[in-house]
């Protein structure tokens, strides 16, 4: 993770030299044109994000509801052992404890398998949707002909006249 971080810090710094270089050479850099992209905000806004975010949350609602079904019973048993665990029949007690340990348990393992099931969903919509917007960046550098487009998490300052994050916001609103 930390030579990801690393390569992309130098690819940027690369960059910056690249079009600094040209940039000194005169009459040349006038002909370079760099463009920045907010890819977070891409993949929060636009909308293949918004529908993949919805498709997901709908995708496992059930789940979610059949969790929170198990929480509110596991609170209605423990409440009841709370409140006449003392006068129940030991047997019935030490039932109702097993009953709530089993539950526990139960919740547990079924919020624990819904967090990562969600997590590889969401990864694979993310994948998904990264892609769709890169060919769209491509699309939109090629037709009104930058040289560099980078991402705009990795740099420290740039010019708003630069973001072409609308831009591609807009081109996926069509997809």
């Keep these: 993770m930390k030579h990801k971080v690393l390569l992309r810090a130098l690819m940027v710094a690369a960059s910056v030299i690249f079009v600094s270089a040209w940039g000194a050479a005169g009459a040349v850099a006038d002909d370079i044109k760099v463009g920045v992209v907010d890819t977070e905000r891409i993949l929060a806004e636009s909308a293949p994000a918004v529908r993949a975010l919805k498709k997901i949350e ?3 609602l059930p789940r979610d ?3 929170k079904r198990m929480a509110l ?3 209605e048993l423990q409440d009841l052992l709370e409140k006449e665990g003392k006068s129940m029949p030991e047997a019935d007690r030490r039932s109702k404890e097993r009953d709530l340990a089993a ?3 139960e919740f547990q393992r079924a919020q624990r398998q819904m967090r990562e099931d969600l997590s590889l969903r969401q990864n694979d919509e993310v994948a998904t949707l990264q892609l769709t917007a890169s060919k769209a960046i491509q699309v939109i550098a090629e037709a009104e002909k930058y040289d560099l487009v ?3 998490r990795d740099l420290v300052y740039r010019s708003p ?3 072409i994050t609308e831009k591609v916001i807009k081109a996926l609103a069509d997809k």
């Design 65 to 67: 509801q059949e969790i």
């Design 150 to 152: 980078l991402p705009l």
């Design 161 to 163: 006249r630069i973001d």
């Design 58 to 60: 709908k995708e496992f």
């Design 103 to 105: 539950l526990n348990r």
């Design 73 to 75: 019973e596991a609170k």
